[in-house]
């Protein structure tokens, strides 16, 4: 089970990993926390869509699904369990391998390593824009220790190579000076 808010049952904090999107979304509120006055009302309209949101199953899950395979979901999104792949998913299910096939199939329409692979695929686009770390770290950082088969995933994922992705994406960033 989750922990409440940010206090998680784990010693390591709860990290939630966000699309562009919702980063947007996010840093709208926070601009308008800034500049509203400072009274308990403007910081609780900040909040509580906010923990809601940490809440709320991973996107793409039902409501529906059972709470083991919702908390599994949302485990999944942290760099420790997916680095592990599928093997790591269902260990943090605490079930057995076809039982959570089966589940993930009918609540999510994807396999266990289907699934993984896209947190994978997700976190690497993340790493590819923001930093600019080595392919093969980024590879082995995701649990993929075979650059090709990463280029694979990758390619599947999001359409080009992981080269061309943060080129594309990165020519527009404005780096800091040294």
């Not at 809440?55 to 699904?65: C, I, L, M, Y």
């Not at 997916?82 to 993930?104: D, E, L, N």
């Not at 770390?133 to 650059?147: F, K, R």
Request: net charge positive; hydrophobic share 45%.
């Amino acid at each position: 089970m989750l922990g409440i808010a940010f206090l998680g049952n784990e010693d390591s904090p709860l990290i939630a990993h966000h699309d562009i999107r919702q980063l947007a979304v996010l840093n709208h509120a926070a601009l308008q926390l800034e500049y509203s006055p400072l009274r308990q009302l403007y910081l609780e309209a900040f909040l509580i869509p906010l923990l809601v949101a940490l809440d709320r199953p991973p996107e793409g899950v039902s409501q529906d699904a059972p709470a083991w395979l919702i908390a599994a979901c949302a485990s999944a999104q942290n760099v420790k369990v997916f680095r592990k792949g599928a093997a790591g998913f269902v260990a943090a299910t605490g079930r057995a391998h076809p039982h959570v096939s089966r589940c993930m199939r009918r609540f999510l329409g994807v396999t266990p390593s289907g699934y993984i692979n896209t947190q994978r695929m997700g976190y690497a686009a993340c790493r590819l824009i923001g930093t600019s770390d080595p392919l093969a770290e980024i590879a082995a950082d995701c649990g993929l220790l075979n650059l090709s088969h990463f280029h694979k995933l990758f390619l599947a994922a999001h359409g080009e190579a992981p080269l061309r992705y943060r080129l594309a994406r990165q020519q527009n960033l404005i780096q800091p000076r040294s």
